[in-house]
């Protein structure tokens, strides 16, 4: 199983980034996937998710809801995040994840992360 992340990097205040998460081993479609975020001199904070399915649900933290949207190829079995009106809050290091365990929303046991892609904002 490996998780790939790509397509970090600076951005303006107000731009718009998306982010890839190339997974191989295993089908995304058949998991449950997350978007999980690292702040400066923070911990680890969850971003979004995906439901398992063609047309799996998507769940949003209160800080990204309306401005960031999950999605996913599963012909390309790839994991998307794009993230629109990117603030100055907004910087860090942005993990796919793959849950292994749901204690509710927001609250997961992961089993397999990608390496992680950088998201820099700033005019």
């Known amino acids: 199983v490996q998780l790939v992340e790509s397509g970090g990097g600076l951005v303006q205040p107000g731009g718009s980034l998306r982010l890839s998460c190339a997974a191989s081993?295993?089908?995304?479609?058949?998991?449950?996937m997350t978007w999980v975020r690292q702040l400066p001199g923070k911990g680890l904070e969850w971003v979004s998710a995906i439901n398992i399915g063609d047309h799996g649900s998507t769940y949003y933290a209160d800080a990204v809801k309306g401005r960031f949207t999950i999605s996913r190829d599963n012909a390309k079995n790839t994991l998307y995040l794009q993230m629109n009106s990117l603030k100055p809050d907004d910087p860090a290091l942005y993990y796919c994840?793959?849950?292994?365990?749901?204690?509710?929303?927001?609250?997961?046991?992961?089993?397999?992360w990608g390496q992680g892609t950088q998201v820099t904002v700033s005019s």
């Open positions: 081993g295993f089908s995304i479609s058949n998991y449950y």
């Open positions: 994840a793959r849950v292994f365990r749901i204690y509710g929303l927001g609250e997961y046991e992961y089993d397999y």
